[in-house]
């Protein structure tokens, strides 16, 4: 193991340090020391990931770990250390990857933001908590860096808190994943309580030596995936994640896209051979994953706002890793996260320079032909759509695929139609919102052109509205963005186009080969099953080019055809409202009725009995405190021969 591994998550946290002492004076020194910082993780984690790449190659590989005696008590030792296997190796070069490119692209698109060097500060916990988890040897220190995560999030999140759906949002997103995050403690609890141990290892040894009833072990794994259903945004915890879309853009990126939301699909990950002992939690995670993929990616057919159409994206291809974890395919699901973090930031970023380029415009349907203003923009997010959609050769094709496949060979249909119709799904949705956004007549919003008219335009209430908006020209001008924002977009698209050939056969399958032993290194391809997957994506392509593009088909009469489908897709489900209804009617009505037996009962007791104490004793002691000496004189001759009788009337040494 490199010794250097407790330095990549020890950069970020000299970053904030730096910020915090010479960078809060002079934001522009901020940045420059996030992004030196994560630079210098992200060269550690390339480093780190060549040793492990040179490693000799294994049956299956054994992670190692380095650990230090943290606390020891009464026979429990805790430990805090570090994880070091391919899996590790490759998620850190991903964090800190995508991290560094954020963190260059957000000197642009952050730029004159009074908030600038806050908002780098919290850049660098986030990353710091990030790297922590996924080197986390066991599962005290990862809730540890897990509910850093949480915090960090809830503050990029409520970057704007002075806006009310930012300050909203972020405290839905704290909330909503603490749910998740209980269950995750008591199955930690659980497991600990069983074992003796809160390693992966020693769990996992434990496991196998069958000290684990297995009754038990479904509950604990069970509880233990409440946290990842939280962090990852799975049904029916996701309600948070297309709020948290009021936080910047390249928040979104990357916490929301590549790190935190993947942290749920890491920890499943990491701990896997522990979920793989329980069929019950196994079949748990693909059934969460796969109606998760098919749920959320309905919802992104008909969201007019970029960024969350982007939102419920994320949400179906997170179920798309948990479906290929729970059909027990570690490779596939890993594959995916690693892929998907590449072609889903670059989606974000790329739907940044457009918020960027136009003055804050987030409306799909006020956007149109930008791609002859914004042709880099259109072409990077064209090759984010193409990946996402699953489109050989594009990344995404080649993980997708073997998710596919891996369902399939499961023997559960109802999951691999959940994985091949979202496929269809997904390349409508995002074709849809590229077709809008860069296909056609510029379309604007009536309201900044009638604000515009009278001297007042300010932007929609968006990200233009905190100082960096960029769209400074008349309403319909649109800009590319600057180099500090494109050049990133550029190296993600690359990635976007290229990262899968890692898994392909023409390597081999190098990737899963690398992950979990030679053994899982797969050499071929389902042609049938890849051809169906891909075909129903050129179909919704086809469709979404029919609708959006050529306008062969009218999106106004079909909506109203399918008006209420629409509604239903259009209010998510209701699932806010249902939230909102069990909180405000059966949690506050519950909390009321609690609140009035307090106040009535247990109140009326305390009360009630401070009452008799005044009215009985106080009413006696009011008469014998009348001030006149030969009252007292009385009381003290009487209490003199009561303890005279006492005395007297009962033998000395009883």
């Not at 769990?203 to 233990?224: C, D, H, P, W």
């Not at 999106?555 to 909180?583: C, F, G, S």
Request: aromatic share 14%; hydrophobic share 55%.
């Amino acid at each position: 193991m490199p010794s250097y591994l407790w330095l990549i998550p020890l950069c970020p946290l000299a970053g904030l340090l730096l910020i915090l002492i010479v960078g809060l004076p002079r934001p522009k020194l901020s940045g420059y020391f996030a992004i030196l910082a994560i630079g210098a993780s992200f060269v550690l984690s390339i480093l780190a990931f060549l040793w492990q790449v040179a490693q000799p190659a294994t049956a299956a590989p054994v992670p190692t770990v380095s650990v230090l005696n943290w606390f020891d008590a009464g026979g429990t030792v805790l430990q805090i250390g570090v994880i070091f296997d391919p899996l590790a190796s490759i998620t850190l070069v991903m964090v800190c990857l995508v991290s560094f490119l954020v963190q260059i692209y957000s000197q642009g698109y952050m730029h004159g933001d009074p908030g600038y060097s806050r908002y780098y500060a919290e850049m660098c916990i986030f990353t710091l908590s990030m790297l922590g988890l996924v080197l986390a040897p066991n599962f005290l220190q990862m809730y540890i860096f897990w509910e850093l995560v949480g915090l960090s999030s809830y503050l990029l999140i409520g970057f704007w808190y002075e806006r009310p759906p930012a300050a909203a949002a972020a405290v839905k997103a704290f909330v909503t994943t603490r749910l998740g995050d209980l269950g995750f403690l008591i199955g930690i609890l659980i497991l600990f309580t069983q074992t003796h141990t809160f390693a992966f290892s020693g769990i996992e040894a434990a496991v196998k030596a069958g000290s684990v009833n297995g009754t038990v072990l479904s509950l604990a794994m069970v509880l233990v995936f409440c946290g990842a259903i939280g962090k990852s945004a799975q049904f029916p915890l996701h309600v948070w994640l297309p709020d948290a879309m009021e936080g910047p853009t390249p928040v979104s990126a990357l916490i929301h896209a590549a790190t935190m939301v993947a942290a749920g699909v890491y920890m499943v990950a990491r701990a896997f051979p522990i979920f793989e002992a329980s069929p019950t939690a196994m079949l748990v995670v693909a059934w969460i994953g796969g109606f998760t993929a098919i749920f959320a990616a309905t919802q992104g057919l008909v969201m007019t706002d970029i960024k969350r159409v982007l939102a419920y994206s994320t949400i179906s291809q997170l179920g798309y890793m948990m479906l290929g974890l729970g059909v027990a395919s570690l490779t596939a699901g890993t594959f995916h996260l690693i892929n998907h973090a590449f072609f889903k930031a670059l989606l974000f970023l790329a739907a940044g320079a457009v918020i960027h380029g136009t003055g804050g415009e987030q409306n799909l349907f006020y956007m149109g032909g930008l791609f002859k203003k914004m042709p880099i923009t259109a072409i990077v997010f064209l090759i984010g759509s193409l990946s996402l959609a699953a489109i050989p050769p594009f990344s995404g094709f080649w993980s997708k695929d073997e998710i596919v496949g891996a369902a399939f060979a499961s023997g559960n249909m109802v999951l691999f139609l959940f994985a091949v119709i979202t496929a269809g799904l997904t390349a409508f949705y995002i074709f849809r919102a590229w077709f809008l956004a860069f296909i056609g007549e510029r379309r604007l919003n009536p309201a900044v052109v009638a604000a515009a008219s009278h001297g007042a335009a300010h932007g929609n209430g968006h990200d233009d509205a905190h100082g960096h908006g960029g769209g400074h020209g008349q309403p319909g001008d649109a800009h590319e963005s600057p180099w500090v924002m494109t050049v990133p977009m550029m190296v993600l698209a690359f990635l976007a186009t290229f990262s899968g050939f890692s898994g392909s056969p023409l390597f081999g399958g190098a990737f899963q080969g690398f992950i979990a032993g030679p053994s899982e290194a797969h050499a071929a391809i389902d042609l049938p099953l890849a051809a169906l997957s891909t075909g129903l994506g050129l179909l919704g392509i086809l469709i979404a080019w029919g609708f959006y593009g050529a306008h062969w088909f009218s999106a106004e009469a079909a909506t109203q055809r399918l008006r209420p489908i629409y509604l239903l897709l259009l209010n998510k489900y209701y699932m806010d409202h249902l939230y909102n209804w069990l909180v405000g009617r059966v949690l506050i009505g519950i909390s009321s009725l609690l609140a009035w037996f307090d106040r009535h009962v247990v109140d009326g007791i305390v009360n009630g009995v401070a009452w008799l104490a005044y009215r009985i004793f106080g009413w006696m002691f009011t008469r014998a405190e009348s001030g006149a000496l030969p009252n007292y004189a009385l009381g003290f001759f009487v209490g003199v021969l009561i303890l005279a009788a006492v005395v007297v009337g009962v033998p000395l040494g009883h």
